[in-house]
């Protein structure tokens, strides 16, 4: 029987387990040639809010961090992606010490309505590294793997069929718990925005302009509707007052 090595799975994982724990996906990006100009004095004044939502959700952020994890990197960095062709999205990823980059596009942040929208889709990718969403979503993808690979190699699949199997395999893995992750960034995201002293559920409301990925085939976001609920769930035990 073929022996896959734990150092050859990572190899192999790692061109296909995502880097990144994005918002929904919103298509690709825009390409540059009819990426919308945007003036001086709008880009300036959309930094600006983004650097005044910061200021008070990276503190909460990190404070929460250090409370609920051990061995975890609670200095967080926030950025603005530097590529203005982006559609609007945010992430989560890790530096080479494990630092988490919370990073949003110049198009994201340029067509939030308010700073509450900023502040609830900051906290959520900030809640992604509070929640380890990253490390556990790349066991998921290496146990996908594994029993895709054997299971391959059992029918009598040549090398490369079960190395494309594996890939597959790691995907759905990678796949399998994403929603969840998905609504436990949205109940902390929510938290942290609201101790930031923002509105998380006026924040939320940029799911309505979102195509809901309930409707796609094996959507790797939960419905839009659902998030929302969570939202109002979650402010509801922290004794918010909601309309």
Not at 8 to 37: E, K, N
Not at 133 to 145: E, K, M, N, S
Not at 190 to 205: H, K, S, V
């Amino acid at each position: 029987m073929r022996r896959w090595t734990a150092m050859g799975l990572a190899a192999l994982l790692s061109a296909c387990v995502p880097a990144t724990i994005p918002l929904p996906d919103l298509g690709p990006p825009v390409p540059a040639l009819v990426a919308r100009p945007v003036p001086p004095a709008e880009a300036a004044a959309a930094a600006r809010a983004f650097d005044e939502v910061v200021a008070r959700v990276e503190p909460v952020a990190e404070a929460l961090c250090r409370a609920r994890t051990r061995n975890v990197e609670c200095d967080m960095r926030f950025l603005i992606d530097p590529r203005p062709a982006l559609p609007p999205n945010a992430y989560q990823t890790l530096d080479d010490r494990g630092r988490a980059v919370i990073g949003l596009t110049q198009s994201l942040v340029r067509d939030a309505r308010n700073a509450d929208e900023l502040a609830f889709v900051t906290g959520h990718e900030a809640a992604h590294h509070i929640a380890g969403h990253i490390p556990r979503q790349a066991d998921t993808a290496l146990r996908g793997a594994l029993v895709a690979g054997v299971l391959a190699t059992l029918a009598g699949a040549d090398e490369a069929t079960v190395r494309e199997i594996q890939r597959a395999g790691a995907e759905l893995g990678a796949r399998t718990y994403s929603r969840a992750f998905e609504l436990e960034a949205d109940a902390l995201g929510t938290e942290i925005a609201w101790r930031a002293g923002y509105d998380p559920l006026r924040g939320a409301a940029f799911f309505a302009r979102l195509p809901d990925p309930g409707d796609r085939a094996l959507p790797t976001h939960p419905p839009n509707a659902l998030r929302v609920t969570v939202v109002r769930d979650t402010l509801e035990r922290l004794g918010a007052d909601l309309p």
